[in-house]
């Protein structure tokens, strides 16, 4: 994070982001587990690929369902797991869910919808 050619890469992306209006942060130094993760849930990243219609859905079994794999079984009567888990994930992503981080994801991780 000091080379100087690492650090002009990053102010070159910086300005870049922002033109676009959008927000470039850089970090370093976090655990394993939470790196990854976030490599995981930046493949859930794009509404246009989960089933938008069911973010309700998710959100409201989310209210009383404490982890993934419980929020797919309230919705398996009516949406397959494989329909459900992206919408789950890209809530994640987004923050509009809450999940820790620090352990690998899956159906047991808990969730929460954001405050």
Same mark, same amino acid.
């Given at each position: 994070?000091?080379?100087?050619?690492?650090?002009?890469?990053?102010?070159?992306?910086?300005?870049?982001?922002?033109?676009?209006?959008?927000?470039?942060?850089?970090?370093?130094?976090?655990?394993?587990?939470?790196?990854?993760?976030?490599?995981?849930?930046?493949?859930?990243?794009? =509404?246009?690929? *989960?089933?938008?219609?069911?973010?309700?859905?998710? &959100?409201? +079994?989310?209210?009383?369902? /404490?982890?993934? $794999? @419980?929020?797919?079984?309230?919705?398996?009567?009516?949406?397959?797991?494989?329909?459900? =888990?992206?919408? *789950?994930?890209?809530?994640?992503?987004?923050?509009? &869910?809450? +999940?820790?981080?620090?352990? /690998?994801?899956? $159906? @047991?991780?808990?969730?929460?919808?954001?405050?």
């Amino acid at each position: 994070m000091r080379d100087p050619k690492v650090i002009a890469q990053f102010d070159w992306t910086r300005r870049v982001c922002s033109r676009r209006g959008w927000v470039y942060e850089t970090w370093s130094g976090a655990e394993q587990a939470v790196v990854e993760n976030v490599r995981f849930l930046a493949g859930y990243r794009r =509404r246009e690929l *989960v089933e938008a219609s069911l973010v309700p859905h998710v &959100l409201e +079994a989310a209210t009383c369902q /404490p982890t993934i $794999g @419980a929020v797919e079984a309230a919705l398996a009567g009516q949406h397959p797991c494989e329909i459900v =888990r992206p919408v *789950v994930l890209h809530l994640v992503w987004s923050g509009r &869910l809450v +999940a820790d981080l620090r352990t /690998p994801l899956n $159906g @047991a991780s808990r969730v929460r919808v954001a405050a």
